[in-house]
Structure formats: structure tokens, C-alpha cells
């Protein structure tokens, strides 16, 4: 290895290492960077015996599908999983000084529902009621997302609830309402959620809507229109995207609302969830 190399592989690890230490697990890297790093040890002058080898570390990871499958990390128990919960909402709640964390200063909407939950919802950031709360969706858009959670015959007791933000976002220039995460914040507490996701290790996760979707799969393929109903993954677990129910509160129309119990339905067969004659008949208009 050149010594040019080796210093600037050493560099790159040092910068990750920190990276890791500040809570980042995961982050985007362009083909040319990777490239970078790789090329110099491709080339053959600089090996003693001129064979081209790729180190294993070469391996880098550019998307978050590629990271370790979430069953692989440990089962542990109700109990345990409870602690490791509670010990992930100290950590934020220790970490509120930070400012990249914490934009508005409100307060905690960590997640709520089973550790054992089979099925997880993940929106995209509390609004005023659940900032009020402490709680994800209890407003009006929650209680249209409990209406579907029991139009599957599940309720909010049984399944895990969590956002991609923790607080909501801040607004500044506004005296009401709700604004959409940036980019970097979906980044900065995207490894939150993901603690969550490892400990709970459901079967499905439903992303709803844009926002839920770009943090679980790290960017976004095409619009949620057009992924809506369409398998996705993280790290092996199935991730079904579909409209966020404040879009729903927004277009009643019949069309929309077929569309996100065809979504539904999918999930429930996926897990194995019984769907009557009743069930399969939702929003269809006779
Ligand atoms: N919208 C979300 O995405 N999450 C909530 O908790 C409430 C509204």
C-alpha cells in the first residue's frame, strides 16, 4: 500500500470513526468516492506480486438497504427490549442540548405501542397536538390512522407508532401549523428510528408518506404516487409505502382512499392477517 494511501484510507476512518461516535450510522457516498478509495489498490504496480486484490474493508455501503439485515441482530426479550427503549429515549433526552437536534426546543414524541409489534407505522414528524401530547398522531391525522390500523382488525396497542423526527420541527416564520423536515433532519434522527426498528424487529414496516419513505430508504426512488402499493425494504425488513393520512385529510376522494386500503390489504397478507369478503369490498363503489 503507498504511503499516500494509507494515509488517506487512515483519514477516511478516522472521519467515520467520529461520525459513528456523534450517532451516525449511515451515510451517503458518491460512485466516485468510492472509487477513490478503491483504485489504488486495483492497480497492479502496486502490489509486490502484481495480482489484483480487493481488500474486503473496500466493501462500502451507499445505501441503507445495504446495511446488515435487522434479524440479525439479536432477538431479546419483552423486557429487555422495554429497557433498550427506555434506554434510547434517555439518550435523546440527554442529547437535547443539541441544536442539530433539537430545532424548537418542544417536547420528546418518541414512539408508542408494542416492542413485540409485528406490524410498525412510521410518519414523519409530531405536529402541534403531538408535540402537546408527547405522543405520535392523536390528532386529527392519527385518529384517521387508528381508523385504519382497526379497519384491520389490529389497534394502536398492538402495533408500533414512531416518526422520523422525534420533536417537531421547528416554525419560525409561522404562528401555526405543521412544517415538512429538511433533508437534514430527516438525517439527523434517522438513527433514532432506526434503534427503534433493530430493537423491535417487526415483520412490516408502512411508510406513510414522502417524508417516512426518504428516511427509511435514504432517498427517494420516485414520487410517492407512483411507489405507493409497491414493496420497498430496509435491511430486510418489508416496508410497504403508502400515503401519509394527512394527504387523506386533505383528498377525500374514494379513489385515494381504495388505493390506501389496497395498500393495507397487502400488508395484512404479508402478515398472514385474515381478510373477510366485508374487508376486501372497502371503498369500492357499488
Ligand atoms: N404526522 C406525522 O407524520 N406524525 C405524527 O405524529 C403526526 C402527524
Redesign the pocket.
Known amino acids: 500500500m503507498s504511503g499516500a494511501y494509507s494515509q488517506l484510507l487512515e483519514a477516511t476512518i478516522s472521519h467515520l470513526e467520529d461520525l459513528k461516535q456523534k450517532g451516525v450510522h449511515y451515510i451517503d457516498v458518491s460512485p466516485e468516492s468510492v472509487n477513490a478509495l478503491i483504485e489504488p489498490v486495483l492497480r497492479k504496480s502496486d502490489s509486490a506480486d502484481g495480482e489484483i486484490r480487493i481488500p474486503p474493508q473496500s466493501v462500502i455501503h451507499s445505501s441503507r438497504e445495504d446495511g446488515p439485515s435487522i434479524y440479525d441482530s439479536q432477538r431479546l426479550s419483552s423486557a429487555d427490549k422495554v429497557s433498550a427503549m427506555d434506554q434510547l429515549r434517555d439518550e435523546i433526552l440527554s442529547s437535547n442540548k443539541s441544536p442539530e437536534l433539537l430545532a424548537s426546543g418542544a417536547n420528546l ?1 418518541f414512539g408508542v405501542g408494542s416492542v413485540d409489534a409485528d406490524l410498525m407505522f412510521v ?5 402541534e ?2 408535540d402537546r401530547e408527547g405522543e ?4 386529527k ?2 385518529q384517521l390512522l387508528m381508523k385504519i390500523i382497526q379497519a384491520t382488525g389490529l389497534d394502536r396497542k398492538k402495533v408500533y ?1 414512531a ?1 422520523v423526527l422525534k420533536y417537531r420541527p421547528d416554525t419560525p416564520s409561522k404562528s401555526f401549523g ?1 412544517r415538512k423536515p429538511r433533508k437534514d433532519e430527516i438525517e439527523t434522527w434517522f438513527p433514532f428510528l432506526m434503534r427503534q426498528i433493530e430493537i423491535i424487529q417487526p415483520k412490516v414496516i408502512v411508510g ?2 414522502a ?2 419513505l426518504e428516511g427509511l430508504l435514504g432517498h427517494m426512488p420516485t414520487g410517492i404516487t407512483r411507489l405507493r402499493g409497491n414493496w420497498q425494504s430496509y435491511r430486510s425488513v418489508p416496508v410497504m409505502p403508502t400515503f ?3 394527504y387523506l385529510l386533505r383528498n377525500q376522494s374514494w379513489a385515494v382512499k381504495r388505493q390506501v386500503w389496497e395498500d393495507m390489504m397487502q400488508v395484512m397478507e404479508r402478515l398472514n392477517i385474515p381478510i373477510s369478503e366485508k374487508q376486501r369490498g372497502f371503498f369500492l363503489r357499488k
Open positions: 414524541v410518519g414523519e414528524a409530531p405536529g397536538d403531538e405520535p398522531f392523536v390528532g391525522a392519527g407508532i416518526n405543521n406513510l408518506g417524508t417516512a401519509h393520512p394527512s
